[in-house]
């Protein structure tokens, strides 16, 4: 059937190799397709499509406040590129979310190799990154971040009141 089509991870409720295997890379025809997808419109056939796995993780950690000390707040991981911003499917494995308790710490350990912003947010806001107009409001106050396969990043932010005009 016509369309794009994106190629995403796989989950097991069986312990092992399975539950930490990680797609590294996507590419058909020599191009990278992992955020763009495979675009069947125009072929009967997909052929030749390479799928790079990985059992490398990256962690992100920090820990949030507000100005005064820790703070509860709800904190976003999403990419550098804001072409990546929409089209993400289901389950994008480049955004992700998280709650920080009273201590204020957070850790995101399922992100792909990549280059990303990272926004400490009110609780309320944890749902906002499906909006390209919160993010783009969101860059001015984000840290960014780079990470390989196999890395670890502490990254402290500090709460942000993002406004979407």
Do not use: C, H
């Amino acid at each position: 059937m016509g369309g794009s089509y994106l190629v995403s991870g796989f989950s097991t409720n069986q312990p092992g190799l399975l539950s930490a295997v990680r797609i590294a890379s996507v590419t058909w025809q020599g191009r990278d397709v992992r955020y763009t997808g495979i675009d069947a419109s125009n072929t009967e056939d997909i052929r030749d499509v390479v799928v790079t796995l990985t059992t490398r993780k990256i962690e992100i950690t920090g820990t949030v406040s507000d100005g005064n000390g820790p703070a509860a707040a709800a904190v976003i991981a999403f990419p550098v590129d804001p072409s990546r911003w929409t089209n993400f499917g289901w389950n994008p494995s480049n955004f992700a979310t998280t709650r920080t308790g009273s201590t204020g710490a957070f850790s995101f350990d399922r992100l792909p190799e990549g280059e990303y912003y990272l926004v400490a947010v009110d609780r309320a806001q944890l749902n906002s990154w499906v909006d390209p107009r919160f993010l783009a409001a969101a860059v001015p106050f984000a840290a960014r971040v780079s990470v390989r396969w196999g890395d670890t990043r502490a990254q402290d932010l500090t709460v942000a009141r993002v406004v979407v005009k």
